[in-house]
């Protein structure tokens, strides 16, 4: 029974493509994030969401739109895609902003490729 | 600006040694700690939280240590095993809604 799950586990997809990854909690968190981790293992925070509300968003370009329909789920979608957005996308969740008493969940991640 | 530092960057060891990994930070006004492994192509696994109250936690044989004043976490793991081998993560929250994570330690544990 995983607790934040990412789909697709692999995508890769054209330059100038919309593509969408997925996540879902059943932790039953508040506050859900974006991370990207780049080719040297980085990981560095893209957008958090609180009871579905954009709480960050950290001078990502406008091409990615995160959407939080509900406190269980964050979607992101990227429009035309390049070259430089290939790396893996790891989705998250935490009980309150500082991690609560149980520290933030990983999902296992969306490994992009562009081609 | 927060920023958070692991040394070594990779590390090598002989299978049975204790080792022990580092992580700095420079602001120390932190809410939480917290240590990640990361197997090769895989997702971060949680090993432990460390509250800013708190001096350490320890699981089985990890021990983690926090010294807010220093701006210092350490990693202990005790007689360690190839099935360590991994890149250990640290992450600070010293804000709200956000962590902030280490450059990792890449540690390879040698049969």
């Known amino acids: 029974d995983t607790a934040v799950s990412q789909t697709p586990k692999y995508l890769v997809t054209q330059m100038g493509n919309d593509k969408s990854i997925k996540c879902e909690q059943n932790l039953g968190h508040d506050t859900m994030y974006w991370y990207k981790q780049d080719s040297k293992k980085f990981l560095k925070i893209m957008f958090s969401?609180?009871?579905?509300?954009?709480?960050i968003n950290e001078t990502v370009p406008n091409r990615f739109s995160p959407k939080s329909p509900d406190k269980a789920h964050l979607n992101l979608h990227i429009n035309s895609l390049e070259l430089g957005d290939s790396a893996v996308y790891f989705c998250?969740?935490?009980?309150?902003?500082?991690?609560?008493?149980?520290?933030?969940?990983f999902g296992s991640g969306t490994r992009l490729t562009v081609v | 600006k927060q920023e958070v530092t692991q040394i070594p960057a990779a590390l090598s060891v002989p299978e049975g040694e204790n080792l022990v990994l580092n992580c700095s930070f420079t602001?120390?006004?932190?809410?939480?700690l917290q240590w990640f492994r990361q197997d090769p192509g895989k997702g971060l696994t949680s090993l432990l939280l460390?509250?800013?109250?708190?001096r350490e936690q320890t699981s089985g044989r990890l021990n983690a240590s926090l010294d807010k004043s220093s701006g210092r976490s350490t990693l202990y793991i005790a007689a360690s095993q190839p099935g360590d081998s991994a890149t250990y993560l640290c992450?600070?929250?010293?804000?709200?809604?956000?962590?902030?994570f280490g450059t990792g330690t890449r540690l390879k544990v040698l049969a």
């Open positions: 969401y609180n009871n579905k509300e954009l709480i």
């Open positions: 602001d120390s006004a932190i809410y939480n």
């Open positions: 998250a969740s935490s009980q309150g902003g500082q991690g609560g008493v149980y520290g933030y969940t």
């Open positions: 992450a600070v929250s010293s804000g709200t809604y956000k962590y902030i």
């Open positions: 460390i509250q800013s109250s708190q």
